[in-house]
């Protein structure tokens, strides 16, 4: 967050940083901002862009496996592949694990760089003066290229409504910014990321006994991941492939 507010992202910091416990759940207090919902424009692409320029630069000396997702997909994977029988359907299950494991080598899914990895409309707060980036719970190590996948997700899939075009545009303008990258890195760390999720959900269901169904799980539909995983090849267009 320091890195951030130092390289001209507004950044929300806690007031106090020890926690007030409020229904078991841990809560911070913050400064009020007043903002508009942040919609997707010209603008809010380029300060994107210059966001993830940004990350992008930042180094650190921390190198804590409890945070690296690759480590956390590899355990869920195995203690799925463990359970065998699942409570879910089996089919999209197993089709699940056979693509973690077929991905999981990947040279940039293997990458260990710092993301904010939840950038969206919610934790990207239009105000007066400019965007303020919130929400640095889930900062993990992984691909640099995650915070793309978050990105398109968030901004321009709505449940099963993808909108193809404009999220295309988008990947055309971060590449003119990343040019260590192409199209088909893109598209496997966007892979990448709806397995995880789907490894993350299954494994809360079949192993932790998580409610997939409920009120709060709904907010995050695991059955969208699911369509996203089926439609893969009709995602494949944001790619150009």
């Given at each position: 967050m320091d890195f951030l507010e130092e390289n001209?992202?507004?950044?929300?910091?806690s007031k106090n940083k020890k926690p007030i416990i409020f229904e078991n759940t841990d809560c911070y207090l913050f400064d009020y901002i007043e903002n508009v919902p942040t919609i997707f424009d010209n603008a809010t692409a380029l300060y994107l862009i210059n966001l993830l320029k940004i990350i992008s630069n930042f180094?650190?000396?921390?190198n804590n496996?409890?945070?690296?997702?690759k480590i956390k997909c590899d355990n869920e994977y195995k203690l799925l592949k463990e359970k065998k029988n699942y409570i879910l359907d089996d089919d999209i299950v197993n089709r699940v694990l056979k693509r973690y494991n077929q991905i999981k080598n990947l040279p940039i899914n293997n990458e260990k760089e710092i993301v904010h990895s939840d950038i969206s409309t919610?934790?990207?707060?239009?105000a007066k003066d400019g965007y303020y980036l919130i929400d640095f719970d889930e900062v993990r190590f992984t691909s640099k290229l995650y915070d793309l996948a978050v990105i398109l997700v968030k901004f321009f899939f709505d449940e099963k409504n993808i909108d193809?075009?404009?999220?295309?545009?988008?990947?055309?303008?971060?590449?003119?910014?990343?040019?260590?990258?192409d199209y088909k890195d893109c598209y496997n760390v966007?892979?990448?990321?709806?397995?995880?999720q789907l490894l993350?959900?299954?494994?809360?269901y079949e192993i932790y006994g998580i409610d997939l169904y409920s009120k709060q799980q709904q907010q995050d539909d695991f059955r969208n991941w699911i369509y996203y995983f089926e439609h893969l090849n009709l995602i494949k267009q944001i790619f150009g492939l």
């Open positions: 001209g992202i507004n950044v929300v910091k180094k650190t000396s921390i496996d409890e945070y690296y997702y919610s934790n990207l707060l239009t193809i075009k404009n999220a295309k545009s988008f990947v055309d303008l971060y590449l003119k910014s990343f040019s260590e990258y966007f892979e990448y990321y709806v397995v995880k993350e959900k299954f494994s809360d």
